[in-house]
């Protein structure tokens, strides 16, 4: 089996692809371009919402978007992103099972 995007099935037994992290890069360490990031994140899976049961980060996640004024991930209260992080225990069950973004 190759390796081309195609060949990945939703739902299969395969792992997904893990991509280095440039940690070393001042970017990492720019808490704007986090919060960009986590925004850009934050808006696919609220999108999606497959993720929904998985740990309670996901449910605080949505919960904050539907709390906001405007019912997007752009009009959460950025404390939230942090209630989000903290929730999350680093199962990888999202990026492994259920996320068909990854």
Known sequence: MSDTPGD???G?????????????SPDFWDE??????????FDIC?????CFNLCHS????FDAVDESDSGEVDGMDQKAYWEVVDHCYLC???YMSKCPYV
């Open 8 to 10: 990945k099935r939703e």
């Open 12 to 24: 299969s037994l395969e792992a997904p692809t893990r991509h280095p992290i440039d940690w070393k």
């Open 32 to 41: 704007g371009a986090l919060h960009k990031e986590m925004e850009r994140v």
């Open 92 to 94: 990888d069950m999202c």
């Open 58 to 61: 996901f449910p605080t996640l």
């Open 46 to 50: 609220h999108g999606c919402r497959r």
